[in-house]
């Protein structure tokens, strides 16, 4: 497969990938389904992991490599293989945008796993609980977080969900550095062929 079309495809899988990461930020300022307010929602959530790290700043790198099969930065001294070959190169920085982007939403889930959500405690007082005891391994304790309800359950599936999909963004984004040093270095694989069938 050519190195843009094969980018072509991690942009492809990039997109939906924002968008769920997008949509679960949103949720987490629905802990349970429920609007709340602001100052009852753990500090995590407005850190803003799956909005701007793995939302925002993943389009940018998703874009470009859908981009990258077609586009020969207008050639390069009227020699569009080079143009390709530029853009091959100029697309590892996006996609060390994208490395970054998806870095911070995966940092951010995992301090929010560790500390637990913050929520109304069974002595009336609100605070984050779990904050300096282990608390995944003991689901019976969950229970002690009164407000919101299923607060638990709600951080921990949404802040999973955005650290397994910043995972996988991440590798996603370092293949195609892989991929963008072959484009630059080898050229467009069906460039040969195309310029084959012209001269011939």
């Known amino acids: 497969m050519c190195p843009g079309a094969f980018a072509k495809c991690l942009g492809i899988s990039l997109l939906p990938l924002s968008v769920v990461c997008v949509l679960c930020n949103i949720l987490l300022f629905f802990p349970g389904g429920t609007p709340v307010e602001s100052h009852q929602l753990s500090e995590e959530v407005w850190y803003f992991g799956g909005i701007l790290g793995s939302g925002v700043l993943m389009l940018f790198p998703a874009l470009v490599f859908l981009g990258l099969k077609n586009n020969d930065c207008c050639g390069c001294c009227g020699n569009a293989s080079c143009g390709r070959r530029f853009a091959m190169l100029s697309s590892i920085l996006f996609a060390a945008v994208g490395v970054l982007g998806a870095g911070y939403s995966v940092v951010v ?20 609980p779990f904050e300096n005891r282990d608390y995944l391994s003991n689901s019976a304790s969950w229970k002690e977080c009164v407000q919101p309800v299923d607060v638990v359950h709600w951080n921990l599936s949404l802040f999973s969900v955005l650290l397994a999909l910043g995972l996988v963004q991440a590798v996603l ?21 195309r310029g084959a069938q012209a001269t011939a």
């Open 173 to 193: 984004c370092a293949v195609q550095v892989v991929n963008g040093l072959l484009g630059a270095l080898c050229g467009d694989c069906c460039g040969g062929s």
């Open 109 to 128: 889930s995992v301090l929010a796993i560790k500390r637990g959500p913050f929520c109304l405690y069974s002595n009336g007082v609100w605070i984050y």
